[in-house]
């Protein structure tokens, strides 16, 4: 693979999938394409029967980088993205530090959220005025419920380890030196089960209804950036993240 992306399977049946973009991994539609070329070739593979995504570094993601991100690119991104829901093989996401705006919906697109109580989980895209992304539509609400959602996504606001956990934002919660091996160990019970009847669950519980959801739910996502990009508030919010201050919204 790439210097940004490796990949190791393991003997119990496990890959794990490790993506590196210091200090922050922020995403670009090239990035989640290699991660979705990893899991197409790991889903052909009979060796490998779940998967443990994780990252480098102090975060496990921190979304798409809005200062440097060209608005033309979020098309050809959610093509991607979508890949990632039409993999064949159960995903563990090892989440570390922040899984913010977009970085949530990739350790979304997982089965399943090993997590430790100094991890933050934000969809914060209202406070950078504008909407959200990454299939959050779908995903968001299948966790943790259709009004929680609506609270996260209105407020922005950042979710510490214990709380996601109470919520259903993550599944299992572990010391923060553990979390890589707590995935893994998750990752390794599921691969204890019989491969073709985890697939054949997999694929009624998250299989094409999910994808054809994420693919529709990201084309509306793209329409409603595509309206806010241009915005003061959205100028305003991007300013204000970098300048680490509360933003001054006027509806512009």
Do not use: W
């Not at 990035?31 to 496990?60: E, M, N, T, W």
């Not at 994808?211 to 084309?219: F, K």
Request: one cysteine or more; a negative charge; hydrophobic letters at 45%.
């Amino acid at each position: 693979m790439s210097e940004e992306i490796s990949v190791a399977l393991r003997d119990d049946h496990v890959a794990v999938v490790e993506f590196n973009r210091p200090p922050h991994n922020f995403f670009d539609a090239e990035l989640i394409r290699q991660i979705a070329d990893a899991y197409d070739k790991l889903d052909a593979d009979p060796a490998c029967r779940a998967i443990v995504l994780c990252s480098a570094g102090r975060h496990f993601c921190a979304g798409a980088d809005f200062a440097a991100k060209n608005p033309a690119e979020g098309g050809h991104l959610y093509e991607q993205a979508i890949r990632l829901f039409e993999a064949r093989t159960p995903v563990v996401a090892a989440v570390q530090g922040a899984a913010i705006g977009g970085g949530l919906g990739v350790a979304l697109s997982a089965d399943f959220r090993v997590a430790t109580p100094e991890s933050r989980f934000s969809a914060n895209f209202a406070r950078l005025g504008i909407h959200h992304g990454f299939g959050l539509t779908v995903t968001l609400p299948l966790v943790v419920g259709h009004q929680r959602a609506l609270e996260l996504l209105y407020t922005g606001e950042r979710v510490r380890g214990e709380d996601a956990h109470a919520i259903g934002l993550c599944d299992r919660l572990v010391p923060e030196s553990e979390v890589r091996d707590g995935a893994v160990a998750f990752a390794a019970e599921i691969a204890t089960s019989a491969p073709l009847a985890i697939r054949s669950i997999r694929r009624t519980m998250r299989g094409e209804e999910l994808s054809q959801q994420v693919r529709a739910a990201t084309a509306h996502e793209l329409e409603e950036q595509g309206k806010l990009f241009g915005t003061a508030d959205f100028a305003e919010g991007v300013a204000a993240s970098g300048e680490r201050r509360d933003p001054v919204f006027r509806g512009e």
